[in-house]
């Protein structure tokens, strides 16, 4: 029986998704939260639309967590100034950090298991792999 390629990898990667998902703290921030710090993190300032777009939502499914953000602090909203109707969502230090506390227990197991488990060479691949990953994760059909 013949592998396939798309179909391992998409079970795979759900499988260390929810893997790592067992890691969070039990008083971490919402999957919401933190996908708009990580997108603003990675891709700066924008907008609710922008990060809407990307995560595949809407501006309004994402009012209440974006309102949270900012009124803890993580994330500091500011008027455009090439339209002033918009309001770009930046990270705070705060933001960061709590991104940081959340990611630290997910990490603390990946790196245990790719010691463990892992030869130094198969880590490497694995390395690489990863940002083959982003590349598929950032891949919007139709615009390529």
């Known amino acids: 029986m013949e592998i396939d390629p798309v179909v391992e990898v998409r079970r795979a990667t759900q499988q260390l ?21 990580a997108q603003l993190l ?3 300032p924008r907008t609710s639309g922008e990060l ?9 499914a994402l009012t209440r967590s974006i309102d949270g953000l900012v ?8 008027q455009a100034e090439n339209d002033k109707r918009q309001h770009m969502l930046t990270i705070t230090a ?30 490497q691949v694995l390395t690489v ?3 083959l ?8 059909e139709g615009r390529g």
């Open 94 to 123: 705060t933001g960061r950090a709590q991104l940081a506390k959340e990611a630290a227990p997910k990490d603390v197991w990946l790196d245990a298991a790719m010691t463990e488990l892992l030869t130094p060479a198969e880590r």
């Open 71 to 78: 009124r803890d602090g993580m994330v500091e909203r500011q």
């Open 133 to 140: 990953m982003r590349r598929l994760a950032d891949f919007d």
């Open 17 to 37: 998704s929810r893997r790592l998902r067992a890691e969070r703290p039990v008083d971490g921030l919402s999957s919401t939260k933190l996908a708009v710090l």
């Open 52 to 60: 809407a777009r990307h995560g595949r939502s809407t501006p309004q």
């Open 129 to 131: 792999a990863a940002g």
């Open 42 to 44: 990675d891709y700066g």
